[in-house]
């Protein structure tokens, strides 16, 4: 596989998020108590365990831009967490769910609808191979497949 490294959501923005209780929309955070499966948190890019406090709010995502822009609901741990900072790693919260959608986009922010695939987050490997591969390829977004949330950025390194 290619070298590549998935991208929390910036440190600066989790802590803004957590000082100020407002998402990127400027609409108050939803706080809400691990009671279960899921509550990936884009910051460390680990799942929230049972009891945790979690933040629920509105992410601007960064890339893409243009018409493929879009916000996502994302989780945040309530306390501070460690960025993810590993290369040729796969995110834990990828792995960990049970569907995703890996989404390509080329050098102008243009989806690559030929290397778009779903699957589940512990057999996402040889897809993700394949998109980063592709010469075409700038970046990856990984997303929740059901509700289309955003688990991690993925860049070519």
């Known amino acids: 596989m290619p070298r590549f490294r998935c991208l929390p959501i910036p440190t600066a923005t989790a802590e803004a998020w957590r000082a100020i209780g407002r998402d990127d929309r400027g609409a108050p955070l939803h706080r809400r108590i691990v009671d279960g499966p899921g509550f990936p948190c884009r910051h460390c890019l680990r799942l929230g365990q ?22 996502s609901p994302i989780f945040l741990h309530a306390r501070g967490c460690a960025a993810f900072d590993a290369a040729d790693e796969i995110a834990p919260i990828v792995l960990a769910n049970g569907i995703v959608s890996v989404r390509s986009y080329d050098a102008q922010e243009m989806c690559l609808y030929d290397l778009g695939a779903v699957s589940e ?5 040889p897809i993700l191979d394949r998109a980063l591969a592709d010469p075409r390829t700038r970046f990856v977004n990984i997303h929740t497949a059901r509700p289309g ?3 991690t950025a993925v860049e070519k390194l």
């Open 50 to 71: 049972p009891g945790e406090e979690m933040l629920l709010g509105s992410y601007d995502l960064p890339h893409p831009q243009g018409v493929y822009w879009t916000p």
């Open 121 to 125: 987050g512990k057999d996402v490997a």
């Open 149 to 151: 949330c955003l688990l």
